[in-house]
């Protein structure tokens, strides 16, 4: 990146900012590779970390306990932000109410989990 960033300021007469917008890169990045002395053919933004996981990643045991009690009894008639906000009251933690969601919804992409309401509503006519 760095080389062609210098070919085309070199032969093309072009700023750095226009060399770095004509091949897609921010001025900040090719600042930082050029700091790095990084001049290497592949564009490391755009490959895939395999040990990244996301912001939002909780251990296999606490998403185990989430999706307990979510499967309690006594939730059966709650919704996700109702159960959130019980446990809470409780003095239990778990993860934050977007995770909560977010493991119900896997939940019921799998079949593990069907909100009991969802099951007794009417179907609209029409």
């Not at 778990?94 to 896997?106: H, V």
Request: glycine share 4%; aromatic share 10%.
């Amino acid at each position: 990146m760095l080389s062609l960033v210098a070919y085309l300021v070199d032969e093309a007469k072009l700023s750095i900012e226009q060399a770095c917008d004509l091949i897609g890169v921010s001025r900040s990045s090719f600042y930082f590779w050029q700091s790095k002395g990084d001049d290497c053919d592949v564009d490391r933004r755009t490959l895939p970390n395999p040990n990244r996981k996301p912001p939002w990643a909780l251990p296999q045991k606490d998403i185990e306990q989430v999706k307990s009690v979510l499967c309690l009894p006594e939730y059966a008639d709650l919704s996700i932000k109702q159960i959130y906000y019980k446990e809470l009251a409780k003095g239990r933690k778990y993860c934050s109410l977007r995770t909560m969601q977010r493991i119900a919804a896997k939940m019921r992409d799998n079949g593990e989990y069907q909100h009991k309401l969802k099951r007794y509503r009417k179907k609209p006519q029409g």
